[in-house]
């Protein structure tokens, strides 16, 4: 025998079973005494009740006996109280909210009161995440360092993080509403800053940053860095602007500090210049004067000499050219930091000017029996440089090649380089090389790669930073690779054309 479908009836009820069923809204209806009269197909799925449920005890009704004065709040609403609304769990976790309202009979006296629930786990939900995400996102602002102000339309303050308040020294209280000019005012009350902040109301994209000055009563004159962005239309916080400000004081102190100290090493660095300069062309005129002093009595203009007498005299020939090379490289090295050693440009076939410093240096190869490599390209384009300078890079490079190789060859490499429109050259030994702790400060002034080298080979370090220079100024470039004991390359790439 088929089951038949039960059916819960409401009586007495104007509108009619049908209609009451079809709802998907629980509704459950009581009567005075508080006794279950009535309820629909949702009420039953949600309360888990039975036909044979009407007439028992709404305290009996599982779920709805686990709210605080239920029959108190129904006995107030059947006794003219317009509704109340609660929220109950029930065992599943899901939340409802549970609506009380009177229930009238046919004669529209109320008789009861009816109960009915909404399930609002999923808005529970929605609004529990919605105050988690608003308090992270407070907890993210306020531990930013910098200042954060949300304006209104009318650029009223409406909300601020942490450092906002510490910065202005001010309370929530008394800067909500404030316009945000009076914050500082008369300084903040200009039209720039209004004009950022009317720029920001009609666009979204990024502004200009303003920067400007605030005495504050605790902390003092502070420079501050303003910048202003709409924020995203359509939502609550529609015609809203927040406004960052960075305190850069400290940075344009600290700059200003450096910028004054630059000034005053550029002028120490000017003076020590000059005085190199002036110091070195004097020196200069009596050594000058030692070298064709000793050249005469060398000459026997002022009587023959003997043996005995002229290796004295070698002796202080060869000291004064040293110190003459040194004095001149210095002299060089002043001109160069001063930017007072000009370039000369004329044509120049590099090939035909590698083979002149060569044979400049061919009594120092023979004394060594050191061979020259060469490797050249059938065909160098002409260039455009300063030759005199192009030769003392040169000639300093070689002359360095073979002063720090006591056996092995000299390797000499040319390439054309059209790619990048100019000539490579690259030098390389077989000499003692160069450590790699060493290596990177090869080409500062007075720098000897180690303290044996300076008495073993002599020099005071100039050389190599009066080469790293003129490269310089001659628009090249220069590396160097070397490995201890087997030897070093340096490689310089040129300009075909300076300008």
């Known amino acids: 025998m088929a089951t038949s479908k039960p059916r819960y009836k409401f009586r007495p009820h104007p509108i009619g079973d049908d209609l009451i069923n079809c709802i998907e809204l ?11 009269t009535g309820f629909n197909p949702a009420a039953a799925a949600i309360l888990s009740l039975a036909p044979s449920d009407v007439g028992r005890p709404l305290r009996d009704v599982p779920m709805l006996a686990e709210v605080n004065d239920l029959e108190a709040l129904c006995e107030l609403v059947m006794n003219g109280r317009a509704s109340f609304h609660r929220e109950v769990q029930n065992g599943a976790g899901s ?3 549970l609506g009380i309202g009177p229930y009238k009979g046919s004669d529209q006296k109320i008789s009861g009161a009816v109960l009915t629930l909404t ?23 306020n531990t930013v360092i910098y200042p954060l102000v949300v304006l209104d339309e009318e650029f009223r303050v409406q909300a601020a993080n942490q450092a906002f308040y510490l910065m202005f020294q001010a309370s929530r209280e008394g800067t909500r509403g404030v316009r945000f000019y ?28 303003v920067e400007m000055d605030h005495e504050f009563p605790a902390v003092g004159r502070r ?9 995203p239309r359509g939502g609550p916080l529609e015609k809203k602007t927040l406004v960052a400000i960075q305190d850069i004081t400290e940075r344009k102190q600290a700059e200003e ?6 000034v005053e090493a550029q002028e120490a660095s000017l003076i020590k210049s000059r005085f190199v300069s002036n110091v070195s062309h004097e020196l200069r005129t009596p050594l000058n004067a030692i070298l064709g002093y000793s050249a005469l009595l060398a000459q026997g203009v002022y009587g023959a000499l003997s043996q005995e007498q002229m290796e004295p005299l070698s002796g202080v020939r060869r000291n004064a050219k040293d110190l003459l090379y040194l004095v001149n490289d210095v002299l060089d090295l002043a001109r160069i930091e001063a930017g007072k050693l000009p370039v000369s440009l004329e044509p120049l076939k590099l090939d035909l000017l590698l083979r002149e410093v060569v044979a400049g240096m061919k ?11 060469w490797v050249l390209p059938e065909a160098l384009p002409l260039m455009e440089s300063d030759a005199g300078k192009m030769k003392q890079i040169l000639t300093n490079l070689l002359s360095n090649a073979i002063k720090f190789t006591a056996k092995g060859q000299i390797t000499i490499a040319v390439k054309d380089r059209p790619e990048k429109k100019g000539v490579e050259v690259g030098i390389q030994d077989t000499g003692v090389g160069i450590k790699p702790e060493e290596l ?3 080409f500062d002034a007075f720098h000897q790669a180690d303290a044996d080298t300076t008495r073993e080979f002599g020099g005071v370090g100039l050389g190599l930073t009066i080469v790293k220079e003129l490269v310089h100024l001659l628009k090249g470039e220069m590396t160097v690779e070397s490995e201890y004991q087997k030897g070093s390359t340096f490689t310089l790439f040129f300009p075909y054309r300076i300008s």
Do not use: C, M
């Open 182 to 209: 009076e914050l500082g005012k008369p300084d903040w009350d200009v039209l720039r800053l209004r004009t950022l902040f009317s720029e920001a109301r009609s666009t979204d994209g990024p502004l200009d940053v």
């Open 440 to 442: 990177a400060k090869i």
């Open 95 to 97: 939340w409802f909210s």
């Open 119 to 141: 399930n609002v786990t999923a808005f529970r939900a929605s609004l529990e995440q919605a105050i988690a995400e608003r308090e992270y996102t407070k907890a993210i602002i």
């Open 363 to 373: 009594p120092f190869l023979e004394k060594k029996a050191l061979d020259i490599q």
């Open 257 to 262: 500090a450096l910028r004054q100290k630059t």
């Open 223 to 231: 420079t501050l860095l303003l910048n202003a962005r709409r924020l």
């Open 26 to 36: 629980p509704i459950l209806v009581i009567n005075r005494d508080h006794s279950v």
